[in-house]
């Protein structure tokens, strides 16, 4: 099902799982406001949790230790591509009967286990965010693409937000669905046919940049896996990452470094590298709504201030609350990603790290 916007996909996503006021909703605290917003104004509080050190994307020992009676649903991110632990989080749904929505508004041309990224779990989300090359894998200004293999939450995404879709009634099919006129509930979250017109064509050449992403990727961290104290983030195993979108990740350790990030990154950069940070893009526990609480709907309704819906009163978060992800804030680096990088910038890219790790531990 196509819609407007990645961060709508994701919140008729939530609506489709069934996520509602007094709910609990894990999400990693590196993250991305649009990929639980939704649930948010759906009723539904956020609960943030940890990533792993070793990937940077959510943990699924964290987020079991996060899951309550409460929990409506866990919202996982496939940043830059890189896919989460299907099969963990495969089992915690199956363990505890709570769906998992996908935001992979980054991977497009991913896979987990040989199997294309929206066909592996309950749901997942993309977004058409942008233009080629520096917008989303597959781009068309603005846009949405939901998939899932269970017909119950495609019909009650339907009927939340594809207001005067043509035949629709035909697709309503099961109940209560069925039952809905032509216009549904009301929403019309409908993709612009132009975005998909130029998505599709995108479509030729995507699969051509993530290979040629790869590549880059495999040489350029290849080439720094063996300097000390300078890890290059890699994917799990069992993923293919298409790296179209955010750049790469690299993780130091300062304190075998005997320099602080800032420093190193600065070095670096009079070197002429391509790196940003350090930190990440996001923390969502530091956002001042989460950190305070906010009166979402004003005269005290809000499952992010005091009682909500059976919710227990907020407490918000502060600095300490997540301290795996904390420290990684501290020290990872994002290393530009390209798709045909001139002949010989790997080697050159490679030099720079060797030739800044040698000078700060000299």
């Not at 949790?49 to 996982?76: K, M, Q, W, Y």
């Not at 749904?93 to 709570?98: G, K």
């Not at 020290?331 to 010989?344: A, F, K, Q």
Request: glycine content about 10%.
């Amino acid at each position: 099902m196509t819609v407007d916007h990645g961060s709508t996909a994701i919140e008729s996503a939530f609506y489709a799982v069934g996520v509602g006021p007094g709910d609990e909703v894990i999400t990693p605290t590196v993250g991305y406001i649009g990929a639980y917003a939704g649930a948010l104004h759906l009723g539904a509080r956020p609960v943030f949790c940890e990533i792993d050190p070793r990937t940077l994307l959510p943990d699924p020992e964290d987020v079991e230790r996060r899951i309550t009676d409460r929990t409506a649903a866990i919202a996982i991110t496939h940043w830059n591509g890189r896919v989460c632990d299907m099969d963990a989080f495969g089992d915690l749904s199956e363990e505890y009967d709570v769906p998992i929505v996908e935001d992979a508004a980054h991977a497009h041309a991913s896979t987990w286990d040989g199997a294309h990224i929206g066909s592996v779990g309950d749901i997942a989300c993309y977004s058409l965010q942008g233009v080629a090359p520096h917008g989303k894998p597959l781009a068309g200004g603005e846009g949405g693409i939901v998939t899932t293999n269970d017909r119950e939450y495609y019909e009650r995404q339907l009927s939340y937000c594809h207001l005067h879709r043509s035949g629709l009634n035909d697709e309503l099919t099961l109940d209560p669905y069925e039952k809905l006129d032509w216009e549904a509930l009301g929403l019309k979250y409908r993709a612009h046919p132009l975005a998909l017109a130029i998505a599709d064509v995108e479509l030729d050449s995507m699969r051509y940049r993530a290979r040629r992403r790869i590549a880059y990727r495999d040489e350029l961290f290849r080439g720094l896996e063996d300097l000390p104290d300078v890890r290059p983030v890699w994917p799990y195993g069992k993923s293919e990452t298409d790296g179209l979108y955010g750049g790469l990740k690299i993780v130091l350790d300062p304190d075998e470094l005997g320099v602080s990030p800032e420093r190193f990154v600065e070095v670096l950069a009079a070197e002429g590298a391509p790196v940003r940070g350090p930190g990440f893009s996001y923390m969502e526990h530091r956002r001042t709504v989460f950190e305070e609480g906010y009166d979402l709907w004003g005269k005290g309704r809000s499952p992010i201030q005091g009682e909500f819906c059976g919710l227990p009163p907020y407490e918000g978060y502060e600095e300490g609350d997540f301290p795996v992800s904390e420290d990684l804030d501290r020290r990872v680096l994002t290393v530009s990603s390209y798709i045909e990088p001139e002949d010989g910038f790997v080697d050159q890219f490679v030099h720079a790290f060797e030739k800044v790790v040698e000078r700060v531990r000299r």
